[in-house]
């Protein structure tokens, strides 16, 4: 059974750096083709994807945040983890974490989701 | 960055009725979107994988089709567990992007 939960801070302030983690069973991955992503979700409005992070350690980033995204990985520990920088009041949201589909090899949607964290970003 | 555009934004009808949904890709993306549901306060759900295959566990009133640039998700006969969000997402690029969505409502 595939199961993901989030975890962060809550809420933060403006210029802080928001650490997130996603804790998986039932999968590992260190296993060929198998990776996870993350996305968000402002109250309201809709989805947008952030990052993926691959089992050979591959990083994908969505390009309008990329220089302030770093997703990795502990294969040892079933986590995943996504930072960003510098957080503005635009980062609030509900982050969700997500297994990309596996069927003997990498296929590239999300087939199980974490139930989301909501973060806040206020001063 | 490929732009998926959802249409209608808001769909509004009677249970019983079939309707289609439309995400329309901004450049050609083969087969390589999914779709989503996503009811009030829940987690996303994948509904349809590559187009048209289905998934195990989602009932066979939903339905996808297209390849391209013009992708349509259908609905045979709605029931009232349906009425939520619908969410498009291409994985053509490794660079995924998602539609805006398509509220589906009760008229």
């Given at each position: 059974q595939v199961t993901l939960k989030e975890s962060g801070p809550g809420i933060l302030q403006p210029s802080q750096t928001l650490s997130l983690t996603c804790t998986f069973s039932g999968f590992s991955l260190s296993t060929y083709g198998m990776g996870v992503g993350w996305i968000r979700q402002p109250s309201g409005k809709g989805l947008e994807w952030l990052a993926n992070i691959w089992w050979d350690d591959d990083k994908y980033y969505n390009p309008s945040l990329k220089n302030r995204l770093t997703i990795s990985k502990d294969t040892s520990n079933n986590q995943a983890f996504l930072k960003i920088t510098n957080?503005?009041?635009?980062?609030t949201a509900t982050y969700y974490c997500a297994r990309i589909g596996y069927n003997s090899g990498p296929e590239d949607y999300f087939d199980y989701w974490g139930q989301g964290v909501m973060v806040t970003v206020s001063s | 960055n490929i732009v998926l555009t959802q249409s209608p934004a808001t769909l509004s009808v009677t249970p019983g009725e079939s309707v289609s949904l439309s995400c329309r890709a901004s450049q050609s993306i083969s087969t390589s979107i999914h779709w989503y549901q996503q009811k009030s306060n829940e987690s996303p759900r994948l509904l349809?994988?590559?187009?048209s295959q289905s998934i195990s566990g989602i009932p066979s009133r939903f339905s996808g089709s297209g390849s391209g640039t013009d992708f349509t998700l259908s609905i045979n006969r709605v029931e009232s567990e349906d009425f939520s969000i619908y969410y498009c997402q291409q994985s053509y690029s490794s660079l995924y992007t998602f539609g805006a969505g398509t509220k589906l409502e009760l008229k």
């Open positions: 957080v503005d009041t635009a980062d | 349809i994988k590559y187009a």
